[in-house]
């Protein structure tokens, strides 16, 4: 599949700030999913987006699936410690259920 | 979701040796997904392991190298042939229940010397 990428690589916030990774894939995706892997973890399933526009909310993090249903963003308010870790982005293929993750977005707080 | 565990959870080995690493579920899935994961990279998909018959390898791996086995809807075994250095990576197997959205787990984190 398509590899999808992600801006930016890496991110250090200061705890309390905004934080925000986008998605970007040139093709037109049928969903956008979103995973968390904290460092020395493995992904955990956060999210995913089908329709387009689509906007979901999970407490602090907002997702958002762009209108052409090329391109998404997470969004985290007032970031916590809790949130260190690395946020991909995955996208599966039409009628398959294979996931090309993207390249990734590193988060670090700085407390 | 379910709980998956792989062993060995870690291991150092030596060039020219095999390692064969487990993933066990606890209920019965759809489909199981093998992935590699280079230090501070992405993940890789390597194969679909698919029951009775032989796994579905991705583009630049191949079955001699990565051997897969999955005997029934709850385990699979990934096999790292032949390894050199090139191979010091995190193997992280997934299950899907045919939504698309993928568990996995904890991965294993190997060292070839």
């Known amino acids: 599949g398509q590899q999808v990428m992600q801006i930016p690589q890496y991110q250090h916030v200061q705890e309390g700030e905004d934080f925000t990774t986008y998605c970007n894939s040139s093709t037109t995706l049928s969903n956008i999913q979103w995973y968390k892997q904290r460092p020395g973890g493995h992904p955990v399933f956060l999210i995913q987006l089908v329709k387009s526009g689509e906007v979901k909310k999970q407490k602090r993090l907002t997702f958002q699936f762009g209108e052409a249903k090329k391109n998404s963003s997470l969004h985290i308010t007032a970031t916590q410690t809790t949130d260190v870790g690395t946020y991909f982005c995955a996208r599966s293929n039409f009628g398959n259920e294979k996931l090309t993750f993207g390249t990734g977005t590193r988060l670090t707080i700085i407390p | 979701s379910a709980v998956i565990s792989q062993k060995p959870s870690r291991d150092i080995c030596q060039r020219g040796t095999s390692l064969t690493i487990q993933c066990q579920v606890d209920?019965?899935?759809?489909?199981m997904f093998w992935y590699r994961q280079q230090p501070g990279q992405s993940l890789t998909l390597i194969a679909t392991?698919?029951?009775?018959?032989?796994?579905?390898?991705e583009s630049g791996f191949v079955i001699d190298k990565f051997p897969i086995s999955r005997p029934n809807l709850t385990f699979s075994t990934l096999t790292v042939s032949n390894m050199s250095p090139e191979d010091s990576s995190i193997y992280l197997c997934s299950v899907s229940w045919g939504r698309e959205t993928q568990y996995f787990g904890p991965g294993t984190r190997l060292l070839v010397l």
């Open positions: 209920s019965q899935v759809t489909m």
């Open positions: 392991a698919n029951q009775g018959s032989e796994a579905t390898y």
